[in-house]
């Protein structure tokens, strides 16, 4: 019998500046293909709205207004409320009040913090090491207990340097520590229409 998809947990609305729709309008496409549970996942708004590619601060209030409007609109659907998050030790705080308000987080390490707390975005790392960071600031992310699942840690394989054997050791830290938090790694089908110039597949590709 042919397996039927019925849930999506990862889903971004016009709010992050890369996608279209409102949720009211994926709520319709989901009813209709017969999607039973849909949780909505734009990324998370910082305070001082420095990053971009995501919801300014001011718009979350109507964010969580819109995804309510579309769960009564659609009751035959489980809607749930959450954020893609990048994990930053100086964001805790405000980390914590976003998950207050929501169901769940997704952890999404577009940029992180190395042990000696200098900045890296994961699309632009220079060397082996930086793998390595990569995974320790997951695995220090899933610590917080704030984390629901792992988005795309395939993101560890754009880059175009020889990886010695840093990059499965940077994988098993991450498995370590999903194993470890009893936390899920998101399957993101977007790695495999990307193979083209890089030196390996993303995940669900080897190693994960």
């Excluded at 940029?111 to 994961?122: A, L, M, S």
């Excluded at 220079?126 to 793998?131: A, E, P, S």
Aim: net charge negative; charged share 25%.
């Amino acid at each position: 019998m042919e397996k039927r998809f019925t849930a999506n947990y990862h889903t971004h609305t016009f709010r992050c500046k890369h996608a279209n729709g409102a949720p009211i309008e994926y709520a319709e496409v989901a009813a209709a293909n017969g999607i039973e549970i849909l949780g909505f996942s734009d990324h998370m708004p910082y305070a001082d709205d420095r990053f971009g590619l995501r919801m300014d601060m001011a718009e979350f209030e109507d964010y969580l207004k819109d995804i309510q409007a579309a769960k009564e609109a659609y009751p035959q659907l489980t809607i749930y409320r959450g954020l893609e998050c990048e994990y930053l030790p100086e964001e805790l705080a405000h980390l914590k009040m976003l998950r207050s308000q929501l169901d769940y987080l997704i952890l999404g390490q577009h940029f992180f913090r190395d042990k000696q707390g200098d900045f890296f975005y994961t699309y632009g790392l220079k060397d082996t090491q930086q793998l390595i960071s990569y995974a320790e600031s997951i695995a220090e992310a899933l610590e917080t207990g704030l984390f629901d699942c792992v988005a795309h840690p395939d993101l560890i394989g754009v880059h175009d340097f020889p990886t010695e054997e840093n990059y499965e050791k940077a994988v098993d830290i991450i498995l370590d520590a999903a194993e470890s938090c009893n936390i899920p790694l998101e399957i993101n089908a977007n790695g495999i229409g990307r193979v083209e110039g890089w030196q390996r597949y993303q995940p669900p590709g080897h190693p994960f």
